[in-house]
């Protein structure tokens, strides 16, 4: 089936640091590809996303490329800081709008 | 646009009671809307589908009895944890598809969650 795996953290990174996540998927057809944030306590924000092959999603300096064909879909920052301490996840969706994740990543970015 | 609203989002229960969460679109009518449950440090796992208008469709190994999903109109599905047991302790987190805005463009939100403690 479908499925989402991430690189396994934690990682940590000191301040003004370049961070990569990397993320690879499984999936039949052609599935959307996101990178969702969560906060300490909150609930999942859309970070960024990108429908097809070759589209580059980008948010608050963090991007990421849709590779089609190594199945992958990176999450980078050229310089991190300290605010982005978060968990991110992979994910894809499938037909139907449901929702895979990978397995989360926790960035501690130190000052 | 296209938000959703969860309520509460922090509830302490004791053991043996039960515990309903709701999921509101809010400037939005979702046609489906997920249910997630994620454990400490863990992935979010997708416990079900609903549909207005329709049961549930639940995944492997969730309790269909345990978890109960109504998902009676387009901006509301609520989740009820019957006779709920410490292990039941989670965050939840629903998700909301459907059409928004004046284009009508298909968008999935998340909401903020639900953190359930049993005692």
């Known amino acids: 089936g479908d499925s989402v795996t991430q690189m396994e953290g934690p990682v940590t990174l000191s301040e003004e640091a370049f961070l990569t996540i990397n993320c690879t998927y499984t999936?039949?057809?052609?599935?959307?590809l996101f990178w969702y944030v969560q906060y300490p306590g909150e609930g999942l924000q859309l970070l960024l996303k990108?429908?097809?092959?070759?589209d580059k999603g980008s948010n608050k300096g963090f991007e990421a490329t849709y590779r089609k064909e190594t199945t992958s879909f990176h999450l980078e920052k050229g310089s991190v800081q300290v605010s982005d301490s978060a968990v991110y996840f992979c994910?894809?969706?499938?037909?139907?709008?449901?929702?895979?994740f990978g397995a989360g990543t926790r960035l501690f970015v130190k000052a | 646009g296209a938000v959703v609203s969860q309520h509460p989002s922090w509830v302490i229960c004791k053991s043996g009671t039960s515990v309903k969460i709701e999921c509101r679109s809010l400037?939005?009518?979702?046609?489906?809307m997920f249910w997630y449950r994620q454990f400490p440090k863990q992935s979010l796992m997708l416990m079900a589908t609903?549909?207005?208008?329709?049961?549930?469709?639940?995944e492997q190994g969730v309790e269909k009895d345990k978890f109960l999903i109504n998902h009676a109109s387009l901006t509301l599905s609520t989740l009820t944890v019957t006779s709920a047991h410490p292990e039941d302790s989670s965050f939840y987190i629903c998700s909301a598809n459907g059409l928004a805005g004046s284009s009508g463009a298909n968008v999935l939100t998340f909401g903020a969650g639900s953190r359930l403690t049993v005692l």
């Open positions: 999936a039949t057809g052609y599935p959307s």
């Open positions: 609903s549909n207005e208008g329709s049961k549930a469709t639940y």
């Open positions: 994910a894809l969706h499938t037909g139907g709008f449901k929702t895979i």
């Open positions: 400037d939005f009518q979702a046609t489906t």
């Open positions: 990108a429908t097809k092959a070759d």
